[in-house]
């Protein structure tokens, strides 16, 4: 829990990891295990910096968005209630404190920061913080719903405070306020724009809103309106869009962009010696697997049916697919070895982890068995979507050649990222190979993407033995109980396994030798407010 003032509702934070940059002068080969300083000293004022994203993000609106990428923007743009330092330790940031939570864990009571301004310039007060939480819980489409499912009602207490009513105990909850459901956006915007918010969106941070073309690029610019505006040296933020993780890190080597997000683990060993780009190693939080259509009949968040296809009706069937692949030859393979090899949603550096689960060896014997027991004519078809990335295009490719081999003939569907998202959502998909950032609560790791009718639960499973662990771990803070909880819902997914874990990865970020000033955490996000070049 936090070294700052405990509240009830805080989860235990995560192992540490530092703040880092770039720096010029001197090869850097990259922490992977949580992070190295990369960088000393101020950045200058001024200058334009453009960072290079891997996909195109969803909506810009804290309310509806659900990608890493649009996280990315986010950070640097729409600030939140809570927040996490260096050290995954949850920090207000528009709060001006952390919360104060009643005896029965029912009422929660959030300070908020008076020197705050929005970037169209109005004033952010207790008021706002009540507009936008109550945006999140009750837009239809709301991505948010569930987060925050246990509020039921917010009240302004005066300009400066507001108070949540909860249903129950809700431990998750300072965390998700430190994510998406935390972000408090202009009211004034709001009833401008209504459901076309993403449009322009207004919030309060660092850098605002200047203009996007779809599919290209995103733009932004210092705001004269940031409560902490001397930090920022930055006069714009821009983003890009390339897919391709070779041509990402192209771009920063010819100085065509600046830094680069997700650079593929194959290109980490050339690059960590090369003198005209830094980089940043870091352990993620996250996951990345193949989800499985297990129910999702009528779309995400409409009842669980039954579905047609050979790995969506059988489990044990889903378990051959399973032990027909090999997670250490796949990491080898595909990710040079940079990767962690993983068959939970939790990664190693969560409290949470329990060692006692093991990851199953591949078993094409067993495999084989379980496919001749279905009585299902061989090769047993099996559609995976995967993103256009070599990467990903890759990774379904091994994963085609393991899974032939027992008796399932694997076509590999490659097509746009918010395309195969938009696909899966409506239930219009066999299995997909997709991950999640992470967050520092294990809440954020399952429950949406496991628990009956979740926003995010794109496979369709639903078992109320899950539901009730994951539901029960909501109500308590004390971290045994949790662990317990956490670890029977483990061995519940993994029976039926509408999501098959393969590997916690490595974040690898590149910069230019002269940027410095960027944080970038175990969550994945670059943070850019210090960020700038070097004097």
Not at 122 to 135: E, F, G
Not at 256 to 280: C, F, G, K, M, Y
Not at 372 to 385: D, E, H, K, Q
Request: glycine share 8%; proline share 6%; net charge negative.
């Amino acid at each position: 829990m936090s070294r700052r003032r405990r509240a009830a509702l805080m989860p235990v934070a995560l192992a540490s990891v530092t703040l880092v940059g770039a720096c010029s002068g001197g090869a850097n080969a990259p922490g992977a295990t949580g992070g190295s300083a990369l960088a000393t000293g101020e950045a200058r004022a001024g200058g334009d910096l453009t960072l290079a994203l891997a996909e195109d993000p969803d909506a810009l609106d804290p309310t509806l968005a659900r990608t890493l990428v649009s996280r990315e923007v986010f950070v640097n743009m729409c600030e939140k209630l809570y927040d996490v330092d260096e050290s995954l330790e949850l920090v207000p940031q528009l709060a001006a404190e952390l919360p104060e939570v009643s005896g029965d864990g029912t009422t929660v009571t959030i300070k908020i920061r008076d020197d705050v301004t929005f970037n169209d310039g109005t004033k952010m007060d207790a008021q706002a913080v009540k507009t936008s939480l109550d945006r999140h819980r009750t837009l239809e489409g709301s991505a948010r719903k569930s987060e925050l499912s246990a509020v039921t009602a917010v009240d302004v207490v005066d300009p400066s405070t507001v108070t949540l009513t909860l249903s129950a105990p809700f431990a998750p909850l300072t965390a998700q306020l430190a994510d998406r459901a935390g972000m408090i956006m202009s009211p004034v915007q709001l009833e401008k724009l209504g459901d076309q918010f993403a449009t322009d969106p207004v919030c309060a941070g660092p850098f605002e809103f200047v203009s996007r073309t779809p599919g290209s690029e995103i733009v932004l610019k210092k705001s004269t309106d940031y409560y902490d505006a001397d930090k920022v040296k930055l006069d714009g933020l821009s983003f890009t869009i390339i897919t391709d993780a070779n041509v990402r890190q192209a771009n920063v080597k010819s100085g065509d962009v600046q830094v680069a997000e997700r650079i593929a683990a194959t290109d980490v060993a050339a690059l960590e010696s090369d003198p005209a780009v830094r980089l940043i190693g870091q352990d993620s939080l996250g996951y990345q697997g193949v989800t499985i259509n297990v129910g999702n009949v009528a779309g995400v968040g409409e009842p669980a049916g039954k579905v047609d296809t050979p790995l969506g009706g059988s489990p044990d069937l889903r378990k051959a697919f399973e032990l027909s692949l090999d997670r250490e030859v796949i990491n080898q393979v595909v990710f040079a070895g940079k990767n962690k090899t993983g068959c939970t949603p939790l990664p190693p550096a969560s409290p949470y982890f329990d060692e006692s689960i093991t990851c199953s060896s591949r078993d094409l014997e067993e495999a084989k068995r379980l496919v001749a027991a279905s009585g299902i004519p061989t090769p047993i078809p099996v559609r995976l979507s995967v993103s256009t990335s070599p990467d990903n295009l890759r990774l379904g490719q091994v994963i085609q050649g393991q899974a032939k081999e027992a008796g399932f003939d694997v076509k590999v569907e490659s097509s746009e990222f918010a395309s195969a998202l938009d696909a899966a959502d409506a239930g219009q998909f066999d299995t997909l190979q997709v991950g999640w950032s992470g967050r520092i609560d294990p809440d954020g790791n399952m429950y949406n993407h496991l628990h009956s009718g979740a926003p995010l639960n794109t496979s369709g499973e639903s078992n109320p033995e899950l539901d009730e662990a994951l539901d029960a771990a909501r109500l308590t803070s004390d971290e045994g109980e949790r662990k317990t909880l956490y670890t029977q819902a483990i061995e519940i997914v993994n029976e039926d396994r509408p999501i098959i874990y393969l590997y916690h990865p490595v974040n690898y970020l590149a910069t230019a030798p002269d940027v410095t000033g960027v944080a970038y955490y175990a969550d994945g996000l670059p943070r850019m407010k210090t960020a700038g070049y070097a004097n």
